[in-house]
Structures are given as structure tokens and as C-alpha cells.
């Protein structure tokens, strides 16, 4: 059974830049970490925020989620309509300490993903790629996610949009769960990974979202032209 779960969010309304997402995610004993859902909705002159924000509601009252993480620019008005599903609003943490754990959990193969759809994993693999680090000054990191350019969009070369929404509301789920507090995992992941894999158990070194790919650590500070937090 799990030991602890939440959602995360990021939300973003504008047209043809930002997309919203929710993930649904579970912490298992061992330090097993899982992500078993994920809803990203498209931004668009069309789409109200106030619908997407009941659709991520209604969503979470389903599963029975009481906690929702994200970054407070949209706070009250989420919570406005949060508060009529009974799921309280939690500001998550800065970018590079949220990172930085979620990092940690991919080094050592404890994020899961194999209950979610093929695409979907895909999705999320492009997404993790695309994140890049920069250092500052006083030890302090700064995060972005390149974008597809306008041009191969138009090309039809990518049909990616976004900078990573929902890898950001992943990681904002993964800190309030406990991937910046290794007391919580236990002992080192094994080779079964049990529940917490879902339909597609990945031992360490398979699971398609960990390893060197996913390190985006100073070595790819030269990268981060383009970005967007």
C-alpha cells in the first residue's frame, strides 16, 4: 500500500506557448516513487481556465486527493475552485530544490511510470530531455525547458508544445511526497519494484525515465539557450 500521495500542478494559459497538467503520483515503502496519471490540457483562446481547473478537481476528488502542489501564480483563483472539491492548495517549493530531488529519485531508478499510457510515457521522456540547468552565483541553480522552435512546429517537424508542464507538476508532487527528504525511502531500490510499477515494472537501468539522459546538472549549462522557465 502506499505510504503517502498527492498531485502536483502547473498551469499555463497562454495561447500556443503553455499548456496546464496535473500528475497524480504515490510514494510506496522502499522509497518506490509513482507517478499513475497525468491530465495536460492544451491552451487555447478556447479553453477557460475556470474548466480546466474543475476538470483537475473533479479529477483529484476521484482518486481521492486532498492535496494539490503548485507554483502560487494562480493560486486563488485555483483555489477557488479547489475549495468546492475539498483539495487544499499547497505552494510547492523553489525550482532547484524540487529539482534537484527529483533528480536524486531518477538517479537511482525510484520513479515509475509504467501504469501510464505508452504515449504518455513518451511525452514524458521528451520532456525530461528538454530540461536544462544553468549555475548562478551563491550555489544556486537556475532551471528552464527549451521549447520546439516556431519553425519546425510549422514544418510539422515536432508537434511538441509546452516547456514541460507536466514534468513540472510531477516534480512539484514528487517534493510534497519526499524527494528532497532520502529518511523517507528506505532501503536501495531493488530489482521488482512490486505495485508501484503498475502494468510495466521497470528494474533500475530500464525504467525509460532515468539515467544520464535525465542529468541535467552543470555539464549542460551550455545548453540553455532558447529556454523557458
Known amino acids: ?14 495561447d500556443g ?13 522502499g522509497g518506490i516513487f509513482s507517478v499513475f496519471e497525468v491530465d495536460e490540457v492544451m491552451s487555447t483562446s478556447a479553453q477557460k481556465p475556470s474548466d480546466t481547473y474543475h476538470r483537475f478537481g473533479r479529477r483529484l476528488a476521484y482518486h481521492g486527493l ?6 502560487p501564480m494562480y493560486k486563488e483563483t485555483f483555489k477557488e475552485v479547489l475549495d468546492a472539491y475539498g483539495v487544499t492548495f499547497v505552494d510547492v517549493a523553489s525550482k532547484d530544490r524540487t529539482y534537484e530531488g527529483a533528480r536524486a529519485l531518477l538517479r537511482e531508478g525510484r520513479l515509475c511510470m509504467g501504469d ?8 514524458l521522456t521528451r520532456q525530461f530531455r528538454s530540461i536544462v ?19 519546425a512546429l510549422a514544418r510539422g517537424l515536432s508537434s511538441w508544445k509546452g516547456h514541460a508542464d507536466a514534468v ?58 532558447g529556454g523557458d522557465g
Open 1 to 14: 500500500a502506499p505510504e503517502a500521495d498527492v498531485a502536483g500542478a502547473d498551469l499555463g494559459h497562454a
Open 17 to 29: 506557448r503553455d499548456n496546464s497538467a496535473v500528475a497524480l503520483e504515490r510514494r510506496y515503502p
Open 66 to 71: 486532498t492535496e494539490v502542489v503548485a507554483d
Open 116 to 123: 501510464l499510457p505508452a504515449p504518455v510515457r513518451e511525452s
Open 133 to 151: 540547468a544553468k549555475p548562478l552565483a551563491g550555489g544556486r541553480v537556475a532551471i528552464t525547458a527549451t521549447r520546439d522552435s516556431a519553425a
Open 168 to 225: 513540472s507538476a510531477i516534480i512539484a508532487g514528487l517534493w510534497r511526497i519526499g524527494s528532497c527528504d532520502p529518511s523517507l525511502w528506505g532501503v536501495a531500490v531493488g530489482r521488482d519494484r512490486g505495485a508501484a510499477g503498475g502494468g510495466v515494472r521497470y528494474a533500475p537501468g530500464e525504467d525509460p525515465l532515468r539515467g544520464a539522459a535525465f542529468d541535467w546538472a552543470a555539464e549542460r549549462a551550455g545548453g540553455g539557450s
